[in-house]
């Protein structure tokens, strides 16, 4: 008798995670059949907030942390040209005031992002003096090759990656959550990394701090689910920028306006996607999904050796 229950109890769970499994095959096969472009979209039902109305192309006053150069500033400029009210910040504060003076209505502020006070200074700053802030771009980033061997100053290159690109951004969000929370429609865009998805080896520290921004993002997004904010993933592909030194020559990188230009596109849709992602950007992010994670990790690394 007792046998016999056992043997219905194996066989009920048999069924419920065959069926566990099917529903899962089913979502898998969808995902996958749906392509590229259509899962590099995708919406999570778990984030969707599809009551939310659009964020006007204009109108809004914009934080961008990095914006004394590269991607920020050329973002910037562009969200500027949209009739935004821009404020950028970085170290930088020389650099900062002679774009901001080129521009009325763009403002320059200085921040570290390594520093909590500074980062608090700047959240006090900005609600002070630009009450209507409701977009914030944490993009200020570094990029240095670290050799695993080198002991201390290998250490000291991961910390300071870690405080910049993963610490900086989270410290900025937490200064200015509850400001962002009180507007009608908010913003928040992380800049994560191609190489959060599949890392280039030379860069250890930063690859992770990377996937950290990614993986943040993604919880970011569902605790604010419920609120005004948006919360979306700017993941760029190699760029002509000088976040290394001499990379804004490299001809196979993807030319920088050309990249704002999509990313300008990918807002403008609504509903406006999780995870910006760029074409050239595709073939990093969806490697895991489409199962060549190690053929792209070869071919990323090959050149370094
Ligand atoms: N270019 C690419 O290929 C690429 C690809 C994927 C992701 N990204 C990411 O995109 C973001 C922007 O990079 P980029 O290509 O535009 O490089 P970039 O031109 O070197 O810009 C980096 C910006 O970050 C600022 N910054 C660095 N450390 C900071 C700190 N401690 N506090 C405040 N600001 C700081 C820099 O300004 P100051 O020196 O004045 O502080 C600069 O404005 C970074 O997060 C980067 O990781 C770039």
Do not use: W
């Amino acid at each position: 008798m007792e046998d016999n229950h056992e043997q219905k109890d194996i066989l009920n769970t048999s069924r419920r995670n065959m069926l566990v499994g099917s529903v899962a095959a089913t979502i898998a096969a969808g995902y996958l059949a749906s392509g590229s472009t259509a899962s590099a979209q995708a919406q999570p039902a778990a984030s969707a907030a599809p009551t939310r109305p659009a964020l006007p192309a204009s109108g809004n006053t914009i934080l961008i942390t990095g914006g004394s150069s590269g991607i920020g500033r050329a973002l910037a400029e562009q969200l500027h040209a949209r009739d935004n009210t821009v404020i950028i910040a970085a170290r930088r504060t020389a650099v900062l005031q002679d774009i901001a003076s080129r521009f009325p209505n763009m403002h320059a502020m200085t921040v570290d992002v390594r520093d909590p006070y500074s980062v608090k200074r700047l959240a006090r700053e900005i609600v002070e003096k630009h009450p209507t802030l409701n977009v914030v771009f944490n993009n200020a980033g570094i990029m240095r090759p670290e050799n695993v061997f080198d002991g201390d100053s290998a250490l000291a290159e991961s910390s300071d990656h870690i405080e910049t690109n993963l610490n900086g951004p989270i410290r900025l969000t937490a200064a200015l959550l509850p400001h962002l929370a009180k507007q009608p429609r908010a913003r928040i865009v992380n800049t994560s990394s191609g190489l959060a998805f599949v890392p280039r080896a030379t860069f250890p520290t930063y690859c992770a701090t990377k996937a950290g921004v990614h993986s943040y993002t993604v919880s970011l997004r569902h605790q604010l689910r419920r609120t005004s904010i948006d919360v979306l993933e700017l993941a760029p592909p190699a760029l002509r920028t000088e976040l290394t030194p001499g990379q804004s020559r490299i001809e196979a990188f993807m030319p920088l306006d050309a990249f704002i230009n999509e990313v300008l596109g990918l807002l403008d849709r609504n509903p406006v996607p999780d995870e910006l992602i760029v074409e050239r950007a595709k073939i990093q992010r969806l490697a895991e999904a489409e199962g060549r994670f190690f053929q792209t990790f070869e071919a990323i690394n090959r050149a370094d050796g």
